[in-house]
């Protein structure tokens, strides 16, 4: 079993960016792909960012233009840029690895990572 663990979390004034890490035990490039979603308390987790192995993104319409995916195969890293962190992205953030994506956006996630808290303060 892959290990996946996120860092970069805490408290962030809004306005202000941030970056996330999700490292990754083994090599990223043996999944179909990584993504990021986030949680708050009593809410479904929610899907924000995909990157393929190829590089390809995607983002759901309500992050698009503020959060930026990214990743580093040499150092099997994933990344996710925040910008102009809003009050809305306080949530848990965890990482996936996908052992398979199905177009457009289904995706068969075959590790998660532990969470890392963002807290966004106004």
């Known amino acids: 079993q892959v290990e996946l663990v996120e860092s970069g979390g805490g408290l962030v004034q809004a306005g202000r960016s941030l970056r996330l890490s999700c490292a990754v035990s083994g090599s990223i490039v043996n999944f179909a792909g990584m993504g990021w979603y986030r949680q708050v308390p009593g809410k479904q987790r929610e899907w924000v960012a995909t990157?393929?192995?190829?590089?390809?993104?995607d983002y759901p319409d309500s992050v698009k233009g503020r959060f930026t995916i990214s990743r580093d195969n040499a150092k099997s890293t994933v990344y996710l840029e925040i910008d102009n962190l809003k009050s809305e992205d306080t949530a848990v953030y965890y990482c996936?690895?996908?052992?398979?994506?199905?177009?457009?956006?289904?995706?068969?996630?075959?590790?998660w990572g532990q969470g890392t808290q963002v807290t966004v303060s106004s």
């Open positions: 990157i393929t192995t190829s590089g390809g993104t």
């Open positions: 996936a690895a996908f052992r398979k994506i199905a177009p457009p956006r289904t995706f068969y996630v075959d590790s």
